[in-house]
Antibody, heavy 120, light 107 residues
C-alpha cells in the first residue's frame, strides 16, 4: 500500500526558506507514470496546489508561487522535496505531499500533512 | 487559471438525507474533475475522478455527474461519517485548481 510521509521543520522564520521532504513507501517514484506534488492548506481555508515533479526531474509550478518554489526528486531515496523561499505569515499552512497521474492529474494518494508556521 | 466555484459554501442536512453539491468551472474542462472528502485534521480523500468514476473502495452512496463547466456531487442516505468538507478539483490544465470547499454539517 502506497504511503507518503512529510517531514521538516514546523517553524520557519519570516524571509527564510521553508524546506520539506516527502518519503514514499510501498511504491517506487522511479519509472512510474505518476507525478509527485505538494498541496497546502492555510488554517481554516481551502486547498492550493503548489507544484509537481516527475521522476525525471520535470516540474510544473503554480504561477502564483513559481518565483519562490523549487521541487526536486531523489529517486535513490524514494523522496521528493519542496523549497519555498522568502516566506511570510501567509505561507503558514498544512503542507501535504500527494501523487497524481500524468494525464489523470487528480490526487489519488496523500500524506497526512505537516503544519508549518511562519513566525519569528 | 481555471477558477472552480462550489455552491453552497455550507450545507446543513440530517442523517438519511440526500444532498447535492455543485462545482462550476470558469471554462470548459471536459470531464477532468475530481471530488474529495476532508475531515478535520485529516488529509483529503479521493472520492470520484473523471467526473463520475468512483475511486476504489468508495461506497456507491456517492455519485458524480457533469461535463464541460457544470458538475455535481450527490450523497445519498447521509450517515454521521459523511459530515465533512468536500472539494472539487479540475485537472484539465495546469495550474491544478480546487473549489473553495463545501462544509456539510449535521442539522
Amino acid at each position: 500500500q502506497l504511503q507518503l510521509q512529510e517531514s521538516g521543520p514546523g517553524l520557519v522564520k519570516p524571509s527564510e526558506t521553508l524546506s520539506l521532504t516527502c518519503t514514499v513507501s510501498g511504491g517506487s517514484i522511479s519509472g512510474s507514470s505518476y507525478f509527485w506534488g505538494w498541496v497546502r492548506q492555510p488554517p481554516g481555508k481551502g486547498l492550493e496546489w503548489i507544484g509537481s515533479v516527475y521522476y525525471s526531474g520535470s516540474t510544473y509550478y503554480n504561477p502564483s508561487l513559481k518565483s519562490r518554489v523549487s521541487i526536486s526528486v531523489d529517486t535513490s531515496k524514494n523522496q521528493f522535496s519542496l523549497k519555498l523561499s522568502s516566506v511570510t505569515a501567509a505561507d503558514t499552512a498544512v503542507y501535504y505531499c500527494a501523487r497524481h497521474g500524468g494525464t489523470s492529474r487528480y490526487f489519488d494518494s496523500w500524506g497526512q500533512g505537516t503544519l508549518v508556521t511562519v513566525s519569528s | 487559471d481555471i477558477q472552480m466555484t462550489q455552491s453552497p459554501s455550507s450545507l446543513s442536512a440530517s442523517v438519511g438525507d440526500r444532498v447535492t453539491i455543485t462545482c462550476r468551472a470558469s471554462q470548459g474542462i471536459g470531464n477532468f474533475l475530481a471530488w474529495f472528502q476532508q475531515k478535520p485534521g485529516k488529509a483529503p480523500k479521493s472520492l470520484i475522478f473523471a467526473a463520475s468514476t468512483l475511486q476504489s473502495g468508495v461506497p456507491s452512496k456517492f455519485s458524480g455527474s457533469g461535463s464541460g463547466t457544470d458538475f455535481t456531487l450527490t450523497i445519498s442516505g447521509l450517515q454521521p461519517e459523511d459530515f465533512a468538507t468536500y472539494y472539487c478539483q479540475q485537472y484539465n490544465t495546469y495550474p491544478l485548481t480546487f473549489g473553495q470547499g463545501t462544509r456539510l454539517e449535521i442539522k
